[in-house]
């Protein structure tokens, strides 16, 4: 069923803009993290991935940081374009358990023309 | 690579009937595969990890006698949802990580829109 009053946190951009999405994630030991994009009516897809051995790591268009000190993940999504729109979701991983990631609440991204 | 296929993508039926979803790994052995639910406008919640060849570990407040998983090979894992109803009614999707090794990323299917009259 459907909870009602609940919306994910929004964030509009301009096309061509960059676009920044966090994340603050829940356990200290968590040592790698992953972003994924959710379009309409379909399943996340992988965007990037960072361990926790490194701080930044950059793929085509997108930049991930990882701030272990204050559990913070981000997202960088450089020159965004109407195809970017979407809902975006950090995930983590606890090691030991078994590639089993715990999902963050997510961010819809909205580009505007 | 790494493309995961879940199948029906939606489904309509009767209160009572049971209702099967298949997740299929099309191009890799999928030693782990994941299912979670999601309603509208939240995030997925877990609700068992499939292990192929034994049983499956389900998420605290899951009942495994309604949601019965199986994944009898490395390519193919099942969630039947036994005697829906419209509180069952939610969005479906699968997820498969290759094994071998930690920090794998899951690999989504395409989820299946379960809707119960």
């Known amino acids: 069923g459907e909870s009602v009053g609940l919306h994910l946190p929004t964030l509009s951009v301009q096309e061509g803009d960059n676009s920044i999405i966090n994340c603050a994630y829940s356990n200290s030991a968590s040592d790698y993290f992953i972003w994924y994009k959710q379009e309409s009516g379909k399943g996340p897809q992988f965007i990037i991935d960072i361990r926790s051995n490194m701080d930044k790591r950059q793929g085509q268009r997108v930049t991930v940081l990882l701030n272990k000190t204050v559990k913070h993940l981000s997202l960088q999504i450089a020159a965004t374009q109407p195809g970017d729109s979407a809902v975006y979701f950090c995930a983590e991983n606890l090691p030991g358990g078994g590639n089993k990631l715990t999902f963050g609440t997510g961010t819809q991204l909205k580009v505007e023309l | 690579g790494a493309v995961v296929s879940q199948h029906p993508s939606r489904v309509i039926c009767k209160s009572g009937t049971s209702v099967k979803i298949e997740c299929r790994s099309l191009d890799f052995q999928a030693t782990t595969m994941f299912w979670y639910r999601q309603f509208p406008k939240q995030s997925l919640m877990l609700m068992a990890t499939?292990?192929?060849?034994?049983?499956?570990?389900?998420e605290q407040g899951v009942e495994k006698d309604k949601f019965l998983i199986n994944h009898a090979s490395l390519t193919l894992s099942t969630l039947t949802v036994t005697s829906a109803h419209p509180e069952d009614s939610s969005f479906y999707i699968c997820?498969?990580?290759?094994?071998?090794?930690?920090?794998?990323?899951?690999?989504f299917g395409d989820g299946t829109r379960l809707s119960i009259l």
């Open positions: 499939s292990n192929e060849g034994s049983k499956a570990t389900y």
């Open positions: 997820s498969a990580s290759r094994g071998g090794s930690s920090n794998q990323p899951q690999h």
